[in-house]
């Protein structure tokens, strides 16, 4: 993908949009799976 894509008016705000949202669920998706791994073991080890 051309950099002059990010800069072109009809191309940009769609490709930057579309990269913001995926990289916000990839972000959302880590720290959900993160939070619930960690209790996941928490609670593992809460049973000794």
């Known amino acids: ?3 002059q894509w990010a800069f ?3 191309i940009g705000p769609r490709f ?3 990269f ?3 990289l916000f669920l990839l972000m959302a ?3 959900f ?3 619930a ?3 996941f073991l928490f609670s593992f080890f809460e049973d000794f």
Request: charged share 10%.
């Open 37 to 39: 791994f960690s209790l």
């Open 29 to 31: 998706n880590f720290v």
């Open 20 to 22: 913001l949202r995926h």
């Open 8 to 10: 072109n008016p009809k």
């Open 16 to 18: 930057f949009s579309f």
């Open 1 to 3: 993908m051309p950099v």
């Open 33 to 35: 799976h993160h939070i």
